[in-house]
């Protein structure tokens, strides 16, 4: 793998990272393929929507098909016909949100509301709303498939293994990523194993695949610090920033402003599972090269469909309106007036509502294909900007400041 830097403006730059399946230009939104689909897309849709890269999951190709059956029919490209670069996750995401995101009922980021006033009672009731699915100890995670029960285990040389069966361009080290409401001595314990972790997956990862290690820490400078020095001296092609991103989007910033400079500059930083539109500005002008997140096409699925500012979109409305709201009903306006995408080009927001409340397998794949295209283009037009120094001129006009 090959990264080369074009422009920069501060933190900000626009790059491209080459792969043995191809480019792709950064900074850059890749959606995600979990079982090697993103659904109600093909892959004609994906090239004719400009989208480069995709990223599939380890943990759940490894359930299901199984990645040694990917191996004998080929490899993740050809299993899924998509000739561009792959990324995979190690299945480390998967320990938090199968195991305390579950318990402790968080995401990444923890809910304000839910963090106010917390106690040892509050906490104990919501571990006790879910069971968890994933278990973590020195070696690896256990995991309990919820569909089978079967117990799988996952350690960095199982992980590295899995990659290498997919045959993916860009694979991530093994790491357990924290909770937001693990303490300070669960993070620092967590981290201590996510280094371990590392190690063993650089002895025994696939020299043909690019390795990128993972900086954890939760919301702790020391610890964040520690560990982007740890990866930082290590032979790893890029870097991700993963694991509990604080208690609040201010957190997640402050995150990114301790690590972004002790990470080598020659090198691609991908913020994981993050892709709020207000947070591909914020991180791309802190340095942040490439990101990943279901929402966009989750969003989708539950009639949650992108616009822009010119339509009413803001940051207090996430640029998005609800399809199934009653003033959309005689609505011949499309989605959004200024996208290009096939979905506004052809279709209006009466009709999308129409086949969203009668559930019409049509709507899922219309919806879907306007959010990646929206998110895809809005990052085209974030490089854009970065290019001809308009930068903060694109941000004022989406975020107001």
């Given at each position: 793998?090959?990264?080369?830097?074009?422009?920069?403006?501060?933190?900000?730059?626009?790059g491209?990272?080459?792969?043995?399946h191809?480019?792709?230009?950064?900074?850059?939104?890749?959606p995600?393929?979990t079982?090697a689909?993103i659904?109600?897309?093909?892959?004609?849709?994906?090239r004719d929507?400009?989208?480069?890269?995709v990223?599939?999951?380890?943990?759940?190709?490894?359930?299901?098909p199984?990645d040694?059956?990917?191996k004998?029919?080929?490899?993740?490209?050809?299993f899924?016909?998509?000739?561009g670069?792959?990324?995979?996750?190690?299945?480390?995401?998967?320990?938090f949100?199968?195991g305390?995101?579950?318990?402790?009922?968080?995401?990444?980021?923890?809910?304000n509301i839910?963090?106010?006033g917390?106690?040892?009672?509050?906490l104990?009731q919501?571990?006790?709303?879910?069971k968890k699915?994933?278990?973590?100890?020195?070696?690896g995670?256990?995991?309990?498939?919820?569909?089978?029960?079967r117990?799988?285990?996952l350690?960095?040389r199982?992980?590295?293994?899995?990659?290498s069966?997919?045959?993916s361009?860009?694979?991530?080290?093994?790491d357990?990523?924290t909770?937001?409401?693990?303490?300070r001595?669960?993070?620092?314990?967590?981290?201590e194993r996510?280094?371990?972790?590392?190690?063993?997956?650089l002895?025994?990862?696939?020299?043909?695949?690019?390795?990128?290690?993972v900086?954890?820490g939760?919301?702790?400078?020391d610890?964040?610090e520690?560990?982007a020095?740890f990866?930082?001296e290590r032979?790893?092609a890029?870097?991700?920033i993963?694991?509990?991103l604080?208690?609040?989007?201010?957190?997640?910033?402050?995150?990114?402003?301790?690590?972004?400079?002790?990470l080598?500059?020659?090198?691609p930083?991908?913020?994981?599972?993050i892709?709020a539109?207000?947070d591909?500005?914020?991180?791309?002008?802190?340095g942040?090269?490439?990101f990943?997140?279901?929402?966009?096409a989750r969003?989708?699925?539950?009639?949650?469909?992108?616009?822009?500012?010119?339509?009413?979109?803001?940051?207090?409305?996430?640029?998005?309106?609800?399809?199934?709201n009653?003033?959309f009903?005689?609505?011949?306006?499309?989605?959004?007036?200024?996208?290009?995408?096939?979905?506004?080009?052809?279709?209006s927001?009466?009709?999308?509502?129409?086949?969203?409340?009668s559930?019409?397998?049509?709507?899922?794949r219309l919806?879907?294909?306007?959010n990646?295209?929206?998110i895809?283009?809005?990052m085209?037009?974030?490089?854009?900007?970065?290019?001809d120094?308009s930068?903060?001129?694109?941000?004022?006009?989406w975020?107001g400041?």
């Amino acid at each position: 793998m090959k990264f080369k830097i074009r422009d920069t403006i501060g933190r900000m730059r626009t790059g491209k990272v080459k792969t043995r399946h191809g480019s792709f230009k950064t900074p850059v939104f890749i959606p995600v393929a979990t079982l090697a689909a993103i659904r109600g897309l093909d892959n004609r849709d994906l090239r004719d929507m400009g989208v480069e890269v995709v990223l599939a999951n380890t943990y759940h190709l490894h359930l299901r098909p199984g990645d040694e059956l990917i191996k004998e029919l080929g490899g993740l490209h050809k299993f899924m016909n998509f000739d561009g670069p792959i990324i995979t996750d190690s299945g480390g995401f998967q320990a938090f949100s199968l195991g305390f995101g579950m318990e402790h009922g968080v995401g990444k980021i923890a809910n304000n509301i839910f963090l106010e006033g917390l106690d040892e009672e509050r906490l104990k009731q919501a571990k006790q709303q879910k069971k968890k699915f994933a278990f973590v100890n020195d070696r690896g995670v256990r995991f309990k498939d919820p569909r089978t029960g079967r117990i799988v285990e996952l350690t960095p040389r199982k992980s590295m293994e899995i990659q290498s069966n997919l045959g993916s361009d860009i694979i991530f080290a093994f790491d357990e990523c924290t909770s937001p409401l693990s303490d300070r001595a669960y993070t620092e314990k967590a981290l201590e194993r996510t280094h371990r972790w590392a190690e063993e997956c650089l002895e025994y990862y696939d020299r043909r695949q690019a390795l990128f290690g993972v900086v954890q820490g939760g919301e702790y400078r020391d610890l964040r610090e520690k560990s982007a020095r740890f990866m930082a001296e290590r032979d790893f092609a890029g870097y991700g920033i993963g694991g509990s991103l604080g208690k609040s989007k201010q957190d997640m910033l402050n995150i990114l402003d301790w690590v972004i400079p002790i990470l080598p500059e020659n090198k691609p930083r991908h913020l994981l599972g993050i892709g709020a539109i207000e947070d591909l500005f914020n991180c791309v002008e802190k340095g942040v090269d490439m990101f990943d997140c279901v929402a966009p096409a989750r969003w989708a699925r539950r009639g949650h469909l992108y616009i822009s500012p010119a339509e009413g979109g803001k940051p207090e409305n996430k640029f998005r309106i609800h399809i199934r709201n009653a003033r959309f009903r005689r609505d011949m306006k499309p989605v959004d007036r200024t996208c290009e995408c096939l979905v506004c080009q052809n279709y209006s927001r009466a009709y999308l509502r129409h086949l969203y409340v009668s559930n019409e397998l049509l709507y899922f794949r219309l919806a879907t294909y306007h959010n990646i295209f929206f998110i895809t283009n809005l990052m085209e037009k974030i490089r854009e900007s970065i290019r001809d120094g308009s930068f903060y001129e694109l941000k004022k006009e989406w975020l107001g400041c």
